[in-house]
């Protein structure tokens, strides 16, 4: 397989993930609200979870071609981003997704609606994974944001839209912020992987537009 089809692979990958991915976040913000029994044992929470369990699947398999496209220029900031949004989206977008499927709505099937937050609370052993989740979220996105506007491979408005991402993350955490508005950053940083995937599609045009740096070229020569 030639790299450019498996640039363009990755793209697709990263175009169908993330769109799978902001629908199970509308799901989940517009009409997932509440944690009763009929919320998390119901259909649509169900298909919802599947969607999303999808889509970040497909987008951990894109992931390492975004990556691998501007891997020379991007530096060790771009492979620390580049491992930390990977893990981010293994713990959030399959582990969560995963589990609602699998364990908490047969947990809820058969427990009283008054114990129904139990089903609903992770067990005290995730506890780590997801504080280095939400730490690697934090510093994931800066790291590959920055990475992105310097190695000038992708269109740098895929770096600015990672950074409004993450001020938008930081925001969720005030107080009076609306519940509804809580999936927004993670609906605009799925818009930049959109970005990063669409560029992925045509390869050859990042390579006129940004062309390799002369050692590499030298190296490839060589």
Known sequence: MSTTTSYRLSGIALIAGSV???????IQSL????NDLATITGSLSMISSAIGFIGAVLVLLGL???YARQASRAGIL???GFLFVW??????GILIPFSTVTIISQMAAHLVPQTVAVASTPPPAWGPFFIVSMVGEILGVLLLAIATLRAKVFPRWIGWLLIVTLVGGLV???PFFPQALQSLPGIIADV???GFGFALLRPERLERTHP???NVEAEARA
Request: proline share 6%; net charge neutral; aromatic share 12%.
């Open 192 to 194: 930049a992987i959109i």
């Open 212 to 214: 390799a740096p002369v």
């Open 172 to 174: 969720n955490f005030v």
């Open 20 to 26: 799978l991915s902001i629908t199970y976040l509308l």
């Open 87 to 92: 893990y981010v989206t293994l713990a959030q």
């Open 64 to 66: 390492p071609g975004m």
């Open 31 to 34: 009409f997932l609200n509440g």
């Open 78 to 80: 771009g492979l620390l």
